[in-house]
């Protein structure tokens, strides 16, 4: 599988953030020269520290999607384009929703209109979110659930994919949409809030401070292994037999999340208790969710290897050593990583 | 119906184009204070001479919907808010599909915000359309058929309708969106293209030119005329049932393309052939469409009370009598109306 990207050129876009950075250090591994776009924008998860083993074999550029002539300069002649960059705050989208939609939807379309225009022959893939299926009606959630999404960043979300779908069936480009679930691992933005709980618990557990949880802790999910949603993207990026298509990623095993607080609980001294959901997030709650994700594998043999028990250590081990990266203040983390980082100039 | 209207307060947008200057003149006429907003951009139908009757009876505001400053103050103390401005070519969303997402998304988005914000009591009703249905999958397209745009256009419409029903889900907002069909009669924009093939056939009618019917002429579609459209607006515009719900209009009688000539053929001495579609329009072309609107039907009584025989008669005499104010070319008739207009001033 990782045998295509050698030599490739490759554009990850949102490259310095949680999946961005460990999609960009597989590929370095894989051989491929790559090029990481990111605004660094406060709270979003961009640092520094996330791209620092391979800081000297990649090109960073800073520098916004919503800029569509940088973009275009830099989409011609990549081999493969990851489009990873975004806002995944469901709170924040609803706080801020016209900026959730120029980022997550718009600049989508821009760029694949510059793919159109100077690159056609590109493979891109597309980070989708399960967010766009809403409330679950039925579980596992397979691609043909109706789409009823409860926030902002699900309905841009879909509005983008639907866009990545029409620009293959109407001018041929090679793309593909990923419909990510919750996602955890290494070099997640544990600072950011309304991404999930998985981060909030980690900080928490990480500062011996007490979780609280929203509701029961009986609701339930799927998560996947930073390193499997990896392979995912590897998989969709080199594979033309996709093109158009739409795919959820998940894990067979789900769990709720008092269970992932005792798994935590292996590894901290963490205390925890169940509060009520404050207005926002209760009015976006979507419940139980977990995906079925057989058409991916069918089409290209992916599964998770990684179950949550062994993911949650890797995590732990991760954070353990190197929380002095990650236990800042969203507004702070990008910068002050920045002035920290060693040498290795930012080449564009 | 119409009483509720009496003295009540109701913001147009795109009310000088075909669909809102005739919502105008009937809002007018039920004792509405009517305040229109418009860009007046070429191309889009807007025509001085549409809202002529009323012209002293009207607040006609020049604005383009990507101004929210203005958008805003415009939106306070309205108490009905059409949304029916924006682009409906088709073909122009391809070649320009940034401009259509911005005013046919991402400015409704915009205008749900300042209502959040300045007016959450106001009705707003949007008008969206069959388009994002794609091709039928089975006729004929009730409102839970699969959403496959084949067009910017098309999905622009579905995003921005997804964001209505949210900000009725999530906020309380009074929205509905209603999908129309093929829109024809009086004030109907001649000379935009990828618009439909309705205001081709009228314009070559008027100017005695041959008509090039794309494809064999056997495809069919549905029609409104638009007094039964403007009377579906009125419903829906006043009905706090319909809240978050979105609905097809439609008629029970559909024809093909070359019925509608031989319709025309009863008032113009017409001629016509059949020639292949364009490479662009083949690529978005839909084949056979026609809509089951037995949900607006069951929910308000709505049906069309024109049928397209009767349609096309009125359309024709009201054209034939004021070809002038229509027959100019796209990028003209807006400015050229504006002069030759009378007086009354553009208020503000």
Known sequence: MTDFYDNRRV???????????????????CGAHVTVVDSLAPGLGANWFNVQPVRNRIRVVVSDLRDADRLT??????DVIFSLAGRVSHIASMRDPLIDQDINCRSQLSLLESCRQHNPAARIVFASTRQLYGRPRYLPVDERHPIAPVDVNGVSKRAAEMFFTLYHKVHGLHTVSLRLTNTYGPRMNLCGFGQGFMNVFLNRALTNSRIDIFGTGLQRRD????????????LAGQDDRLDGRIFNLGHADHASLLEVVRLLQRHADVDFRCVPF????????????????????????????????????????FFDQHREWYLESEHDSGVRSVQR???????D
């Open 223 to 234: 998560f996947n292994y930073v390193d499997d949603v990896v392979d995912a993207f590897l």
């Open 73 to 78: 300069a830099l989409v011609r002649s990549q």
């Open 341 to 347: 980082i060693p040498a290795a100039s930012t080449r």
């Open 11 to 29: 554009l990850v876009l949102g490259g310095l953030g949680f999946i961005g950075s460990n999609l960009t250090l597989k590929l370095v591994d």
């Open 278 to 317: 404050p207005a926002d997030y209760a009015a976006i709650d979507v419940g139980d969710y977990y995906g079925d994700f057989s058409r991916f594998h069918e089409a290209t043999g992916w599964q998770p290897k990684c179950d949550l028990a062994q993911g949650i250590a890797a995590t732990w081990r």
